[in-house]
């Protein structure tokens, strides 16, 4: 079965700082890789998404995303936080073909002024 | 908007009641899913469904059923709501059938608090 581990609970930088979020994974199969976002209060969207492909994923509000087979990672990095930026991050995968879709635990990101 | 409705939005019930959660689409997507969300645990399957009549079980779903009588809704029942199932519980639905592998459409979520 798949299973996700997110690395931190807690992720605290400063405006304008470059952060990186942890992800790996755990399947014997090929897999599809998510990034969700919660903003307070909110429910979850999708940020962006591996199924295929390069490597290096970009997705909405400058974040990226880097699938690393050999290190079962999909860690979710942006080069300059902002303020708006605070939220809960969730990565989800998928194994391919199949309909379960498992979430981690999440990391919050608390960016300091 | 995805076409999304959970309701109740907020429900307080006491130990040992029934409870049913309610989610309704208008997308008319075959996949449908529950998860609850609790600090420290992110969000965990319940449940989810890939079609009427078709469900199966998610990572956490003891003391949880569902049914899907027809494509628009999918319900989740707490036999004997406990103290545990305290929760923000999340629908979902998936684009899966129209190609969009995986992406998932998140309902507002419904708060359970169980006394």
């Known amino acids: 079965a798949q299973s996700v581990t997110q690395l931190d609970s807690q992720v605290p930088v400063f405006e304008e700082a470059p952060v990186e979020l942890r992800c790996n994974y755990s399947?014997?199969?090929?897999?599809?890789l998510f990034w969700y976002v919660q903003y307070p209060n909110q429910g979850l969207q999708l940020l962006l998404k591996?199924?295929?492909?390069?490597?290096l994923v970009k997705g909405i509000n400058g974040f990226e995303a880097e699938f690393n087979k050999s290190q079962t990672s999909f860690h979710l990095r942006k080069p300059s936080v902002h303020i708006s930026d605070t939220a809960e991050y969730f990565c989800?995968?998928?194994?391919?073909?199949?309909?379960?879709?498992?979430f981690g635990k999440g990391t919050r990101l608390h960016i300091l002024p | 908007d995805a076409g999304i409705t959970q309701s109740p939005r907020h429900k307080v019930t006491e130990t040992g009641t029934p409870v049913t959660l309610r989610c309704h689409q208008t997308?008319?997507?075959?996949?449908m899913y529950w998860y609850r969300q609790d600090p420290g645990h992110g969000l965990r399957l319940i449940h989810y469904?890939?079609?009427?009549?078709?469900?199966d079980k998610g990572e956490v779903s003891d003391g949880y059923s569902v049914s899907r009588s027809k494509t628009e809704d999918f319900l989740l029942t707490l036999e004997s709501a406990t103290s545990s199932q305290t929760s923000v519980y999340f629908c979902?639905?998936?684009?899966?059938?129209?190609?969009?592998?995986?992406?998932?459409?998140f309902g507002e979520g419904s708060r359970l608090t169980v006394l």
């Open positions: 979902a639905i998936s684009a899966r059938d129209r190609g969009q592998t995986g992406e998932l459409f």
């Open positions: 399947s014997s199969v090929s897999v599809y």
């Open positions: 591996y199924l295929s492909g390069s490597t």
């Open positions: 989800a995968v998928s194994v391919r073909g199949h309909d379960k879709i498992i």
């Open positions: 997308e008319n997507h075959r996949y």
């Open positions: 469904s890939y079609g009427v009549k078709d469900t």
